[in-house]
């Protein structure tokens, strides 16, 4: 019995949660795309968390490798980034969204 490779086998559960979230994200009827907005920004404040903590790591005192500390302090800003980034477009799509349902003013 052949054994798959772990990065071909993670790779492929990314792919498939890539066509899952496609999927899923444009079925969403507008009714429901505001409720869906607000669960998003919640995930990505609890990255925001995981992400500073990655961001402020450093090389433990028992030996440990300075270089994956700058590793993990890089990879952890670019989560700030892009977890930032997703929170704020989510408040914007969610004001724009409630405002459709706002009366008309004359």
Known sequence: MEVVDPVIFRLAIF?????????VVWSVTPALHTPLMAVTNAISSVI???ALL???ATATSGGGDPNGAGFSRGLGAIAIILASVNIFGGFLVTQRMLAMYKKKER
Request: glycine fraction near 14%.
């Open 54 to 56: 990655a961001a402020t």
């Open 15 to 23: 792919v498939l949660a890539v066509f899952v979230g496609y999927y």
């Open 48 to 50: 925001i968390v995981g």
